[in-house]
């Protein structure tokens, strides 16, 4: 190249010997690359630890509550994590394992799962699909739907299949059991109770006649119904016989975590935890299996171009 005078302008000078340096740099920044570790699974976290960390609700009876002298975890949660917990043993090749139970309730759940505090937590969880969490459900191990604790004499004169005018009804607040009553009964006034202990006091207001009903999902107002002593089938009914809606409950799990949803659900689906729930709930499991009988029945789409019931929006506590 020459420059505007017309002399030639010096060339850049070659340095054979940084080549191979440069590919020798080059190699050795490749080999610093650290590639990026895979997390663990919830199996083998738990193989790893030898531990099973697991939530459970101290509130729900028949599911989670504290009994005896030494206020003991109790209920079907708990019989439900043994058996989980000799499923995981058994798959792990016979590996012994401690269970930790943290207590859950109904404002902390989703976030003991969501943020690896435990691997499932167990209790009255409505499955749902639009929770912006890594999170997702068991298959259902419980169905039930909402219903009314109402004074025995009001029978004849509560009319679930009319619009409740002016009917104070008592539901636990912020719940989607709150929400289906209001969309489906505009005209009633509802009153919403709050706190750990809501469907005590609930349920404590409408024995001291303060509301004329107490909504709640049907099983959980037969467990407020047992602690308080409550003589239902006398004084006190569950109305209407069957739910108004349907809903399964599940248990909580991790989000992508295929492996360990499978093995739970070997457990939900497996007859020992029909044994389970027999057990527990004694002569209303019939009832309770007519009730399972009546929303599978809903949930069949009367025609393929028609929507089930179940498909339109319902809601009982999340």
């Keep these: 190249m020459s420059n505007s005078s017309g002399s030639r302008l010096p060339q850049p000078k070659s340095f054979p010997i940084l080549r191979p340096l440069l590919t020798l740099s080059a190699w050795a920044l490749q080999s610093l690359v650290v590639p990026p570790v895979q997390a663990e699974t919830v199996l083998e976290s738990i193989k790893s630890t030898g531990l099973l960390e697991v939530a459970i609700r101290d509130d729900s009876v028949p599911f989670g509550f504290r009994d005896g002298p030494a206020n003991q975890w109790t209920g079907i949660c708990v019989d439900f994590i043994q ?57 259902p191990f ?52 709050q706190g750990f202990t809501a469907r005590r006091l609930g349920v404590e207001a409408l024995m001291q006649g303060r509301i004329d009903a107490f909504a709640g999902d049907g099983i959980l107002l037969f467990g407020e119904a047992l602690v308080l002593d409550i003589p239902l089938g006398r004084s006190y009914r569950l109305y ?12 909580i799990l991790p989000a992508d975590q295929p492996e360990w949803e499978n093995l739970v659900n070997r457990v939900v689906t497996s007859p020992n935890s029909r044994d389970i729930y027999r057990r527990w709930l004694g002569p209303i499991f019939p009832a309770l299996e007519r009730i399972e009988q009546h929303c599978q029945a809903r949930q069949k789409p009367s025609s393929p171009k028609e929507p089930t019931e179940d498909e339109s929006p319902s809601g009982k506590e999340p």
Excluded: H, M, W
């Excluded at 619009?163 to 289906?180: A, P, Q, Y």
């Excluded at 108004?244 to 599940?250: A, K, N, P, R, S």
């Design 240 to 251: 209407p016989p069957y739910p108004l809606d349907c809903q399964g409950y599940g248990l």
């Design 142 to 193: 419980f169905v039930t739907g909402t219903q009314f604790l109402i004074p025995a004499d009001r029978l004849g004169s509560f009319d679930s299949d009319g619009d409740l005018r002016g009917e104070r009804i008592g539901v636990l607040g912020g719940t989607s059991n709150s929400e289906f009553l209001a969309a489906r009964y505009p005209e009633a006034e509802l009153i919403n109770f």
């Design 83 to 139: 058996a989980l917990q000799a499923e995981v043993s058994a798959t792990l090749g016979g590996q012994p394992l401690l269970v930790k139970f943290y207590q859950s309730s109904l404002f902390n759940r989703y976030n003991l799962v969501a943020e690896k505090v435990v691997v499932v937590e167990c209790g009255p969880n409505t499955i749902r699909r639009d929770l912006p969490l890594p999170i997702t459900f068991s298959r």
